[in-house]
């Protein structure tokens, strides 16, 4: 048996025998409560407000993203070695 034309077969095998392995072995508990921080801001009376400061891109630097966003889509596209 090769196992090169197995490597799929193999690592599924690899990966149900983790996954049984972990749930047996005692360790961390998956179901273990996560603390968890809790900010408010608004109150019951009170609404909270998000400001954003933003500001529109000209023109020219609108073209030179349409261009990077293009090059970077043609540059994944083109298959590799």
């Known amino acids: 048996m090769n196992i090169l034309h197995n ?3 193999v690592i599924a ?6 996954v049984g392995v ?5 360790g961390a508990v998956a179901d273990a ?8 801001v608004a109150t019951p009376t009170q609404v909270a407000v ?10 020219v630097e609108k073209m030179r993203s349409l261009e990077n966003e293009r090059a970077l889509a043609r540059a994944a596209a083109t298959p590799r070695g």
Do not use: D, M
């Open 50 to 59: 998000v400001k954003v400061a933003a500001r529109r891109l000209s023109a």
């Open 13 to 18: 095998l690899v990966a149900a025998l983790a």
């Open 7 to 9: 490597v799929e077969a």
């Open 22 to 26: 972990s749930a047996v072995l005692p």
């Open 33 to 40: 409560p996560v603390q968890v921080r809790e900010i408010s």
